[in-house]
T-cell receptor, first 113, second 113 residues
Framework: QKEVEQDPGPLSVPEGAIVSLNCTYS??????FMWYRQYSRKGPELLMY????GNKEDGRFTAQVDKSSKYISLFIRDSQPSDSATYLC?????????????FGTGTRLTIIP | DSGVTQTPKHLITATGQRVTLRCSPR?????VYWYQQSLDQGLQFLIQ???????AKGNILERFSAQQFPDLHSELNLSSLELGDSALYFC????????????FGPGTRLLVL
């Protein structure tokens, strides 16, 4: 079993819809949670970063963490065609600055105009 | 633009050969991480350097090695290349504050023929 599970999709939604992307994890030592966006043939771009359970909002993006269920989500409101990309969740264990990231496999998202 | 630079962008070589991938971290970042992204394995952590010293190792093959130089740029050396080494190789750097967050470069696409 992988430490981080993510539905690979693909996921297609119409423009303006709310998108929900999810990851589950098995390692309870994970304390830092991130969402990256990766456009085709580009490097992952950090979208959201959080370390506590609850919600964190940044513009149209909301990251949600439920440590008791080992479940994290990313919500995208008012989705735009420019949001079409692969979204990767990532997590790390606190280790005094040596935090390697463990990634989900990524969900490919397409926003249909 | 994350501020992390990687060269070359593309590399085509033959089995058995050796290549060197170069990474310059963001200004002021002391940590460099190397990741491999392949279709079947997703993003996998290879190795981390902090201010010239190796700090953590992941799923890095013995044929692969890395180093970080006094000017903080890093090189990943891949030798005795096999077809299965074809992948995207990313480096990332993290700031002294928020060490948990990592910023990725654009990657080097390696094709072994």
């Amino acid at each position: 079993q992988k430490e981080v599970e993510q539905d690979p999709g693909p996921l297609s939604v119409p423009e303006g819809a709310i998108v929900s992307l999810n990851c589950t994890y098995s390692n309870s030592a994970f304390q830092y949670f991130m969402w990256y966006r990766q456009y085709s043939r580009k490097g992952p771009e950090l979208l959201m970063y959080t370390y506590s359970s609850g919600n964190k909002e940044d513009g149209r993006f909301t990251a949600q963490v439920d440590k008791s269920s080992k479940y994290i989500s990313l919500f995208i409101r008012d989705s735009q065609p420019s949001d079409s990309a692969t979204y990767l969740c990532a997590m790390s264990v606190p280790n005094f600055g040596n935090e390697k990231l463990t990634f989900g496999t990524g969900t490919r998202l397409t926003i249909i105009p | 633009d994350s501020g992390v630079t990687q060269t070359p962008k593309h590399l085509i070589t033959a089995t058995g050969q050796r290549v060197t991938l170069r990474c310059s971290p963001r200004s002021g970042d002391l940590s460099v991480y190397w990741y491999q992204q392949s279709l079947d394995q997703g993003l996998q952590f290879l190795i981390q350097y902090y201010n010239g010293e190796e700090r953590a190792k992941g799923n890095i093959l013995e044929r692969f090695s890395a180093q970080q130089f006094p000017d903080l740029h890093s090189e990943l050396n891949l030798s005795s290349l096999e077809l299965g080494d074809s992948a995207l190789y990313f480096c990332a750097s993290s700031p002294r504050t928020e060490k948990e967050t990592q910023y990725f470069g654009p990657g080097t696409r390696l094709l072994v023929l």
